[in-house]
Each structure stands twice: as structure tokens, then as C-alpha cells.
């Protein structure tokens, strides 16, 4: 197993810690990623329903994030950057440029949060290889989609980690 691939996971499912309420549960509930005692951390909510939790983050630099969880047995993990621009004409190469440029800022929150610029480090070594809307496997049972919804004043950046498919 790659080094990077397993710290990146570690960090990911560390954060989905075991509850004792949920037995039943291979990966436990959801926790939060971010929280809003970061000094890059602006704005942060978290909310969750059932085994669904959803966290929007607004930073120091405008981006703002919203992370959609989910999982019991199976992880899915969905990184909505909002991109406040027209990018209707923007190529795939932009929004895989872009997943690699958000993570570089989002491994700077903290110490904590450093090991998220290995997705982009993937992004960047599989760049011809990751198409937008497909499924790219990283390694057996992890899983990374990148996609987007653009819109004429603004675009949202999806990415999307899953333990299948």
C-alpha cells in the first residue's frame, strides 16, 4: 500500500471515529474535519442526520466549503467547493488544477489537517489519467471523483472521495 495513500486515509477515517451507540457500524458516525477555532477558519457549521453530516466552512480567503459525509459501511465523502466565477468555458485541466490548488490551502489550516495535500499530490501525479465524472481508483476500495456544476456567475467544484463505487 502507498505511504501517502494510507496516511491520506488514515487522517480521512480517523475523522469518522467509532461511536459506541453504533455498533452496527463498520466506520461509525461522521465527525467534523474543520472546526471554527482555526485561524483560517472564518465561518464553520456542522450539522448532521443520521448517519449524513453536512459542514460549511468559510475561510480567511473567501473559499468557501461545504462537505457532505455519509457512511457505516461504506465512506463518501463530498468536497463542494463553491467558485464564485463564470467558468461555463473552463476545461477539465481547470477543475483538476483547481482540486490541487484548494487541498494545497486546505493541508494549511493545521498540523491536523496537513495530509490533505496528498488528494492533491494524486491529482497532480494522475493528471491525464483522473476524467471528470469518472470514478479514478486511487487504490483497491478508495475511490476519487471530480466534478463540477457550473452555472453563469458561479461554479461549484465537486470532489468526491468513496470507499466503493
Do not use: W
Amino acid at each position: 500500500m502507498n505511504l501517502n495513500y494510507f496516511l491520506f486515509f488514515l487522517l480521512i477515517f480517523t475523522v469518522l471515529s467509532c461511536s459506541s451507540e453504533q455498533k452496527k457500524c463498520r466506520y461509525g458516525k461522521a465527525e467534523p474535519i474543520f472546526a471554527p477555532f482555526y485561524e483560517k477558519v472564518v465561518k464553520h457549521k456542522f450539522d448532521q442526520k443520521g448517519q449524513l453530516t453536512f459542514e460549511h466552512i468559510i475561510f480567511d480567503n473567501k473559499m468557501e466549503l461545504e462537505i457532505q459525509q455519509s457512511g457505516c459501511d461504506n465512506i463518501r465523502q463530498v468536497f463542494k467547493f463553491k467558485i464564485p466565477e463564470d467558468v461555463q468555458k473552463q476545461k477539465a485541466d481547470y477543475f483538476k488544477e483547481m482540486t490541487i490548488q484548494f487541498f494545497g490551502y486546505l493541508s494549511l489550516v493545521s498540523d491536523q489537517h496537513f495530509s490533505l495535500h496528498h488528494l492533491g499530490k494524486v491529482v497532480s501525479q494522475h493528471f491525464d489519467e483522473i476524467k471528470l465524472g469518472k470514478p479514478f481508483m486511487m487504490q483497491e476500495n478508495y475511490y476519487l471523483k471530480i466534478d463540477r456544476i457550473a452555472g453563469e456567475n458561479e461554479a461549484i467544484l465537486l470532489v468526491e472521495l468513496s470507499s466503493s463505487y
